[in-house]
């Protein structure tokens, strides 16, 4: 089992930043959290991939929407997973999940959301105009 908690959800003028943050723990989580990876769900909008991390290798992948704003990371010592966001925009509403999955951790970055079988309770991010 692997449990996950975010943070780091708020309200922020576009353009600002805010700094989101994962706490993992759980018996299982050095084979069911290889890959961790942060999704987002907008009102009447199916759950999308924003970016993802081997937690062996630290090797990432951004969505093209934020690419050059978000930045994933995680710290191995605090088991924890981080999203800096950047230059935020009003279409960057959503609410924002950590996800682990058991797929990849040296190169592969699964970007589909059936391949994590953990999840967050979520936290909210809303960006105003």
């Known amino acids: 089992q692997v449990r996950l908690v975010e943070a780091g959800g708020g309200l922020v003028q576009a353009g600002g930043s805010l700094r989101l943050s994962c706490a993992a723990s759980?018996?299982?989580?050095?084979?069911?959290?290889?890959?961790m990876g942060w999704f987002r769900q907008a009102p009447g909008k199916e759950r999308e991939f924003v970016a993802g991390?081997?937690?062996?290798?630290?090797?990432?992948n951004h969505a093209d929407s934020v690419k050059g704003r978000f930045t994933i990371s995680r710290d191995n010592a605090k088991s924890t997973l981080y999203l800096q966001m950047n230059s935020l925009k009003p279409e960057d509403t959503a609410v924002y999940y950590c996800?682990?999955?058991?797929?990849?951790?040296?190169?592969?970055?699964?970007?589909?959301?059936?391949?994590?079988?953990?999840w967050g309770q979520g936290t909210q991010v809303t960006v105003s105009s």
């Open positions: 759980g018996r299982t989580f050095d084979t069911d959290g290889k890959t």
């Open positions: 991390i081997t937690w062996l290798t630290g090797r990432t």
């Open positions: 996800a682990a999955s058991s797929y990849g951790g040296v190169l592969y970055i699964p970007r589909v959301s059936g391949d994590y079988a953990y």
